[in-house]
C-alpha cells in the first residue's frame, strides 16, 4: 500500500507530538471532498483521507496541526481523558491527535477497502492505537456522526488474532506449565 500525497494549505503549526487518532466522516463525495480539503477558501483539512476505494491521501504532515476538528462541544469521558486542556480550555485535537477522513455519507458505513487501508496506515504510527487514544469526531462533538460502529470494526482488523492465539493450552494446576527463554521470547508451555 502507499500513500498518495496531496497537499493542503489547510494547517498550522503544532508544538505537540501525535498521541492519538481521531476519525471523520467527510460527509461528500471523492474527487469533491478531497478538492474542498484542499481549497483554502474551506478552512478545513485532516493529516490523511481514505477514499471508499481504499486509497490513503495525505493532505497534511503529521507534524503540523491539521483543521478538522474544531470546535468542541461536550466531549465524551473517553475524550477527556486523552484531551489537553489549558487556561484557555480544551487545545484543538488536531494538534496532538492524527485527524483522518473517510470519504463516507452520513448514513453510510465504511467499506472493506476502506477499512484494510485504515489497519495499514495505523501500523505506520509512531504509537500504538488503543481504546484510550483512539477518538471518533464524536467524542469531541456530539452533534457530529457517530462513528462507533466503524471504530469498532477498525479495531477488530487491526488486531486480529496471531495463529498463537487459536492454539490456546488449558492449564488445570500450575505444576502443568513451563516456562523457558528463546532470545528475548518468553515461551510458556504445558509439561508432558
Not at 83 to 96: A, D, F, R, S
Amino acid at each position: 500500500m502507499k500513500i498518495i500525497q496531496s497537499p493542503s494549505p489547510n494547517f498550522s503549526k503544532s508544538n505537540f507530538t501525535k498521541i492519538g487518532v481521531q476519525i471523520h466522516k467527510t460527509l461528500g463525495l471523492m474527487p469533491s471532498t478531497l478538492g474542498w480539503l484542499r481549497n483554502p477558501r474551506s478552512w478545513s483539512s485532516c493529516h490523511y483521507l481514505i477514499a471508499k476505494n481504499g486509497d490513503v491521501h495525505q493532505l497534511v504532515d503529521i507534524k503540523k496541526r491539521a483543521w478538522s476538528a474544531g470546535r468542541i462541544k461536550s466531549p465524551s469521558v473517553r475524550a477527556k481523558k486523552i484531551m489537553i486542556n489549558n487556561l484557555l480550555g480544551y487545545v484543538k485535537p488536531g494538534h496532538y491527535l492524527i485527524q483522518i477522513e473517510y470519504e463516507c455519507l452520513i448514513n453510510e458505513t465504511l467499506t472493506s477497502k476502506q477499512y484494510e487501508s485504515s489497519a495499514w496506515l495505523f501500523e505506520q504510527f509512531d504509537f500504538d492505537v488503543t481504546e484510550d487514544n483512539f477518538l471518533e469526531h464524536q467524542d469531541t462533538a456530539i452533534y457530529k456522526p457517530d462513528m462507533e460502529k466503524e471504530r469498532a470494526e477498525i479495531f477488530k482488523r487491526l488486531y486480529k488474532p496471531s495463529e498463537c492465539d487459536s492454539k490456546r493450552l488449558v492449564l488445570d494446576n500450575w505444576g502443568q506449565f513451563g516456562i523457558k527463554f528463546e532470545g528475548s521470547k518468553i515461551i510458556i508451555f504445558k509439561k508432558q
